[in-house]
């Protein structure tokens, strides 16, 4: 990859990290899908009154929009509010990075190379390090929501390497725009009108920051980034960059929401982030030693 592609990989990575304090702080005053609802409804407007769209059909932004936006983030909003700790919820929904992986060797016929799936194994074992020792507030159905958020992920990826070429901004900005009305209406069937009106009751600048940061920085700069970076490389390439999410999500977490950073959580970080060095300059490296392996 090119120095500066790297850089926005990191860009939109970081952005992520945080993003998980976010939704803990913004979940306080806002019920779980109104706020799904409400961070799309943003991320579309006004941009989709000016932006085109994709030169693409319907039926790809549509699946982009409700996997990558609707169903991940309903999913995700929903198990942390039932008591899954962010820091943790950043970890686990990195898994998207290989079922990602997986899912482009069965459809799209990729192969990752050795380093790649070394990489990846290493990267999971800091993951099962943290499930070894999760903590008692996180609930088997919290987790369970944030792994389904995970694999929707994983399938809008795929969605993303299926549609190819496209505007970036528009697909996000499109996709955001399709997701919004489904999401109002799941809001409206499961948490009702009661629960609207008590948000508008209490809503704040806490709130209202915490739906800006998601609309703009997280959805329309972070997004647009990772569709770019998914048509011009690789899946086994670009979604293990999202390995460094759960090391930025549990140390802001750790720092905003007093949530412990354990001895074992630095240990796994440090396992993410062997993992994803591995991947990006394994094969590098291993080209070193080629030529003196052969002489």
């Known amino acids: 990859m090119k120095p500066t592609h ?6 939109a990575v970081i952005t992520w990290g945080i993003n998980f304090v976010v939704i803990k702080i913004g979940l306080q005053g806002l019920p779980p899908v109104l706020f799904t609802a409400s961070r799309f409804i943003f991320s579309a407007l006004p941009l989709v009154f000016f932006v085109s769209f994709p ?3 319907w039926k790809w932004v549509a699946a982009y929009g409700m ?3 609707a169903f991940q983030f309903t999913l995700l909003f929903c198990g942390i509010k039932l008591g899954f700790p962010a820091g943790l919820a950043s970890l686990v929904m990195q898994l998207q990075a290989f079922i990602t992986m997986g899912l482009a060797v ?3 016929g990729e192969k990752p190379q050795f380093v790649q799936v070394l990489g990846a194994l290493i990267a999971l074992s800091g993951m099962a390090l943290v499930a070894m020792h999760l903590e008692a507030q996180a609930t088997i159905i919290g987790f369970l929501l944030v792994v389904a958020g995970a694999v929707c992920w994983s399938i809008a990826n795929i969605v993303t390497k299926k549609i190819g070429v496209v505007n970036p901004l528009a697909m996000v900005v499109w996709g955001s725009a399709i997701a919004s009305p489904p999401l109002l209406l799941a809001s409206y069937l499961m948490e009702g009108m009661d629960a609207w009106q008590a948000a508008y009751a209490q809503l704040n600048w806490t709130s209202i920051g915490a739906i800006a940061y998601q609309s703009y920085p997280n959805t329309i700069v972070g997004f647009g980034i990772w569709s770019w970076l998914m ?4 899946a086994a390439t670009i979604a293990p960059f999202t390995l460094l999410v759960p090391v930025v999500g549990m140390l802001t977490a750790s720092i905003v ?3 412990t950073l354990f001895w074992w959580k630095i240990c ?3 396992l993410v982030l062997g993992g994803l060095a591995c991947n990006q300059f394994g094969l590098r ?3 070193w030693f080629k030529p003196a392996a052969s002489t």
């Open 257 to 259: 929401l007093n949530e």
């Open 106 to 108: 069965v459809i799209m």
């Open 285 to 287: 490296i291993w080209s």
């Open 231 to 234: 048509r011009k490389y690789p």
């Open 6 to 11: 790297i850089l926005a990989a990191l860009i």
């Open 268 to 270: 796994a970080g440090l």
């Open 67 to 69: 996997f990558q936006f």
């Open 55 to 57: 030169k693409t059909s």
